[in-house]
């Protein structure tokens, strides 16, 4: 145990399964150092009033949201799954598009809401940039569920061409690896969706 | 990087907008030598008759991409060699373009399509909107990997029969769960227009009957 | 209505259909909850401002999103979390103007100087922890869940919480001795 390590009892007292009773003479100082580092942690609340003001006025200066009225499920779906092939040599894989589609409509101005999906169990964030969103590594996290490592977002995006990949902890540039690329024009691939 | 780019807008809202709509688009998301570029090429472009919107977000992708600047100029001249070639390509089958065609031409060149693929889908006679959604799909097919043949040769029976575009925009599903099977791309393409060829031939599908109800119109911006 | 999850769920519906000034119901109601997490993960209160601001715009572009309404909030700490951890690593120098500056507005009536130093040297020494440790740290020792809320919330287990925890204790020992 290198010097810096404090003794795994003393890991304990400061989870707070044990008290500093607990432990032997021998650990007592390094129970009091333990705990003088708990001492200077700040729970002081914090209080950002500015925030409500600006949040408002970036929300107000938003373009109308088109999506539908009321709850967002759209009541009529046409459910296209497509059977992606895996590549075995990736240790991401198996990304799964499901298209969820209104029933047809010839509206110019149509939207699909599109679930994108990339299983990466070793991730610790998985975002979306791409076409539609600015390409902004930071604006479309997806939500993982659970230890299986299925990260998800579902967005409702216009019909029409875009390009996209999936950022994996924020570095790295992943194109879906179960959709068409093209290439980007940088030496990377994007993928595509054509909706 | 984050807070620049939410604050820049806020205080553009209260200020008269300055400079060209490109460089307001560009403005905290590109660095400015790669601002001046794409006006300059954005300029030349619209003056031809070409789509801006698709080098702007070339130079977006690039700089979030964290791409250097001599490199993203280099992508931004091919975006609109590609392009060229789309307008040059339907201009030889005399279809009247707008922007959204030319775009989607040269999206299909950026999949590996050439000129003369898409004159040969834009001669099939179908209307400005479809062959905007033809010539999109016949990108995504090349992007899968079918080969130019099959592939213009299966849009353009698409084209003529004048289906729905909703019905082409399924294609690329079909083709992979077709390559899902075991065959190649290119006789999945061939398999599917030989199949769309004899649909033609038989006549339109029966009526589908009143489609069910949809949900309400979305408001619109 | 009282505030809660139904009430959540009700004013997000109604955004949803276009009320966006009802988004400002739950800004105020939230805008301060986690504060707290985000000035300690990032290492300042100015920093938490722009994050948490940041965060609920993001939300509000992406409420449609938002499978379960009467969740936002759950749903809401995930985006700024994302958020927190996004944020690039700042230098050591940055990072210790700034927690000299947050120390320095807290209010400097409990223990004086002495405490204020002690609480700055902690929060300088927590930045130099992954932001994983960081956030276990601050979810147990600041915020005050138990290994199984904070597992519940991360979607993860107690054990790999406490090895993240253990990890943290020791780096912050070092830190501490080192920049003393």
Known sequence: MSEHEFHPSVKQLLDGDITIADLPPELRAEGDEALRLLAAVDRSPVQLPAVSRRVMRAVAARPARSVWRGVVKPRELRLRIRPWLLAPALAIAAALIVFLRTAPTAAPASLVTVRFMLVAPDAREVTLAGTFNQWDAHATPLIRSGPTGVWTATLTLPAGQHQYAFVVDGVRWVPDPGAPAVNDGFGRRNSVLTL | ?221 | ?180
């Not at chain 2, 993203?72 to 307008?87: E, M």
């Not at chain 3, 002495?114 to 992954?130: C, G, N, S």
């Not at chain 3, 956030?135 to 869940?145: A, I, N, Q, T, W």
């Open chain 2, 1 to 221: 990087m984050i807070i620049a780019l939410l604050t820049l807008p806020l205080s553009l809202l209260g200020m008269q907008q300055q400079g060209s709509p490109i460089a307001a688009r560009l403005a905290g998301r590109v660095p400015p030598d790669v601002v001046a570029l794409v006006e300059e090429l954005g300029t030349a472009a619209a003056t031809r008759g070409l789509p801006v919107d698709p080098l702007i977000q070339k130079a977006i992708e690039g700089s979030a991409k964290g791409v250097p600047s001599d490199r993203v100029a280099a992508a931004l001249r091919l975006v609109v060699a590609q392009l060229g070639t789309a307008a040059a390509a339907l201009q030889d089958a005399g279809v009247v373009s707008d922007t959204l065609v030319i775009a989607a031409g040269g999206f299909a060149v950026t999949a590996g399509l050439s000129g003369h693929d898409i004159t040969a889908l834009a001669r099939t006679g179908a209307s400005v909107p479809a062959l905007t959604v033809g010539l999109r799909v016949a990108g995504t097919l090349a992007a899968m990997g079918v080969p130019s043949a099959e592939n213009i040769g299966l849009i353009s029976t698409k084209l003529r029969s004048g289906q729905p575009t909703d019905d082409l925009l399924l294609v690329p599903a079909h083709v992979q769960a077709e390559i899902a099977r075991g065959v190649t791309p290119a006789q999945a393409a061939a398999g599917l227009e030989r199949a769309a060829a004899a649909q033609a031939r038989r006549g339109p599908p029966p009526s589908r009957g009143t489609p069910p109800p949809h949900p309400p119109t979305p408001p619109h911006p």
């Open chain 3, 1 to 180: 209505m009282r505030p809660g999850p139904e009430a959540d769920g009700e004013i997000v519906r109604a955004v949803l259909a276009g009320d966006r000034e009802r988004y400002a119901q739950l800004v105020e109601r939230y805008r301060d909850r986690y504060a707290r997490y985000a000035a300690r993960m990032l290492g300042s209160a100015d920093a938490a401002e722009d994050a948490v601001q940041d965060a609920f715009v993001r939300a509000f572009d992406q409420l449609s999103q938002c499978k379960e309404p009467e969740k936002f909030v759950g749903w809401f700490f995930l985006i700024l979390r994302n958020r927190c951890f996004a944020e690039r690593r700042r230098s050591r120098t940055e990072a210790s103007l700034e927690a000299a500056e947050t120390v320095a507005a807290a209010d400097r009536t409990d223990g004086g100087a002495e405490t204020a130093e002690r609480r700055r040297a902690l929060q300088l020494a927590l930045m130099a922890l992954t932001p994983d440790q960081r956030e276990v740290f601050v979810l147990k020792h600041v915020e005050g869940l138990s290994y199984g809320e904070i597992a519940e919330r991360l979607s993860t287990s107690v054990p790999s919480l406490k090895m993240r925890m253990h990890r943290a204790y020791d780096r912050l020992r070092e830190e501490l001795r080192e920049h003393k």
